[in-house]
């Protein structure tokens, strides 16, 4: 049911997605088209030099692939002209102001007619840089809320996070992000300060690229373990969290913190997944018979999510949430 009122709402809808070359941002672009062709526009994000480049990474990395194989049978030979006019890459980067958007006429487009922002741009690796951690988990989340907040009818912002922004914490934690609030110590910007400084002064001492590399990983971890995070991503994820809650303002926002991601359980078709990605490592060295044993509780659950079923949450929540808001607009009009 809920799905149903949501092909409804995504009718006309302009809605800007961050990440969008990454396995979710895909799934999600997909189910949208798929669910609501008539979506007004769909802009995709995509780090490129120029529009041109981005168009091209549009098309040969995500329109390209299998996953959009059902949306294509369904249109045949109407499916480009639909892609066309539905989707747009705009080149940008989130860890830049203005979303690195250097195209001024594109910008404004887009400042006046985005009502929706979909977050999913991230940097998962877990022993990342902590520079470029910062940069797209924690500020670049800032930045696309900054973004978001020029927007003329930008209604709400959507961020992708991920359950381990708890740390280490034992026990039910609730969704209300109580266990970041507990840890509103964390100078983030001080944070910030001395990552820029420990670069610095390795690039002075013209240390070599891959060792500053090596310097920057080891110094996001022992940050991480510091303030009682296990790495690097989920610890710079949680200070995204932190950064969008406090400086939101009248924006409304909807984070949705989904565990491991896995392949597709449904839809568009059972099974899809593309590249190894986390959990894979394991399964895939157990298979080719690298890894013989790995420690585990049999009691324990699986702590795995199909992509599809996140894209459904997504979907769902974007629906529900952008109702309630203009709901508490027209009574506050009143």
């Known amino acids: 049911m809920e799905l149903d009122n949501a092909v409804k709402f995504l009718q006309g809808k302009t809605i800007l997605i961050t990440g969008a070359t990454g396995f979710l941002a895909k799934v999600f672009v997909e189910k949208i088209l798929r669910l609501q062709p008539n979506v007004n526009k769909l802009y995709l994000l995509v780090r490129a030099s120029n529009n041109k480049s981005a168009t091209q990474r549009l098309y040969d990395e995500i329109i390209s692939t299998e996953l959009f194989k059902i949306l294509r049978n369904n249109w045949g030979s109407k499916f480009d002209d639909l892609i066309s006019s539905r989707v747009k890459a705009v080149a940008g980067d989130i860890s830049f102001e203005n979303l690195g958007l250097n195209d001024s006429e594109l910008r404004e487009e887009m400042l006046k007619k985005i009502q929706i922002i979909v977050n999913v741009a991230a940097s998962t690796n877990?022993?990342?840089?902590?520079?470029?951690?910062?940069?797209?988990?924690?500020?670049?989340?800032?930045?696309?809320l900054n973004f978001g907040k020029k927007c003329d009818e930008v209604k709400l912002f959507l961020h992708i996070s991920t359950a381990y922004v708890g740390g280490e914490e034992t026990g039910i934690i609730l969704e209300k992000g109580e266990n970041l609030k507990r840890r509103n110590d964390i100078n983030i910007f001080e944070?910030?300060?001395?990552?820029?400084?420990?670069?610095?002064?390795?690039?002075?001492?013209?240390?070599?690229d891959k060792a500053i590399t090596s310097s920057m990983k080891e110094f996001g971890l022992e940050r991480a373990k510091m303030n009682g995070w296990p790495n690097t991503y989920v610890f710079t994820k949680a200070m995204g969290e932190m950064l969008l809650g406090k400086f939101k303002g009248d924006l409304p926002l909807v984070i949705i913190r989904p565990t491991i991601i896995a392949s597709t359980y449904k839809q568009p078709f059972p099974g899809w997944i593309e590249g190894v990605r986390t959990m894979d490592v394991v399964l895939?060295?157990?298979?080719?018979?690298?890894?013989?044993?790995?420690?585990?509780?049999?009691?324990?659950?699986?702590?795995?999510?199909?992509?599809?079923?996140?894209?459904?949450?997504?979907v769902v929540a974007m629906e529900v949430h952008y109702a309630q808001h203009q709901y508490s607009s027209s009574m506050n009009e009143i």
């Open 284 to 314: 895939v060295n157990y298979g080719k018979g690298k890894l013989t044993c790995f420690p585990g509780n049999l009691n324990s659950a699986l702590d795995v999510i199909p992509v599809d079923m996140v894209v459904n949450a997504m």
């Open 126 to 144: 877990f022993g990342e840089r902590y520079d470029d951690a910062l940069g797209i988990n924690t500020f670049g989340a800032l930045n696309v």
């Open 191 to 208: 944070e910030k300060r001395l990552a820029e400084e420990l670069l610095s002064q390795l690039q002075n001492q013209c240390i070599p």
